[in-house]
């Protein structure tokens, strides 16, 4: 894979849920392994997060990957090992990015939200992809939308 088309794999691999490109994966995962410009610092959170969220939705595939990949699956462990003693690192934004664009999950909005709000380089850096990625991406949109309107107070009328 071209650095494009890593990107793309990540960006659109949990566009139609029903029907994800996993026949990829191995492809991906050889790009990230055999790649130095798929494995620089500011990539590694993300790649982090679309190996997880490959393994989340995957776990039987994880151990032929990790036999066949461990250099991978070593790096992610340190560098996730390494940012978690730093939870105020705009890494955890590409983490949460990465996986969000393949599990589709609201969760993952949700953590980037609560990064937004602690300000710094980090919070500015999930307000950044906030906007970003809702302008293109409807359903990423729709999960910010649905969370900010959760966040509210309910209000009772007497």
């Known amino acids: ?10 960006t659109h691999y ?8 996993k026949h990829l994966i191995p492809e991906f995962l050889e790009t ?12 590694q959170m993300t790649i982090a997060g679309a190996v997880s969220a490959l393994i989340q ?20 462990m340190a560098t996730v090992r390494a940012h ?34 602690r300000g710094g380089e980090t919070g500015e850096a999930a307000n950044k992809a906030l906007e970003v990625t809702s302008s293109l991406f409807p359903s990423f949109k729709r999960d910010v939308a649905s969370l900010r309107r959760a966040e509210r107070p309910m209000v009772t009328l007497q």
Request: with cysteine; proline share 11%.
């Open 84 to 117: 978690t003693a730093i939870p105020d690192h705009p890494g955890w934004v590409g983490l949460h990015l990465a996986r969000w664009f393949i599990l589709r999950d609201s969760g993952e909005v949700d953590q980037i939200l609560k990064l937004a709000g």
């Open 57 to 76: 939705l995957y776990p039987v595939d994880q151990p032929g990957w990790q036999s066949k990949y461990p250099e991978v699956f070593k790096l992610v």
């Open 14 to 21: 949990g566009n139609v849920p029903f029907d994800r490109p």
């Open 32 to 43: 990230v392994d055999k790649c130095s410009w798929a494995r620089t610092p500011d990539r």
């Open 1 to 10: 894979m071209t650095a494009p088309q890593l990107n793309g794999f990540i």
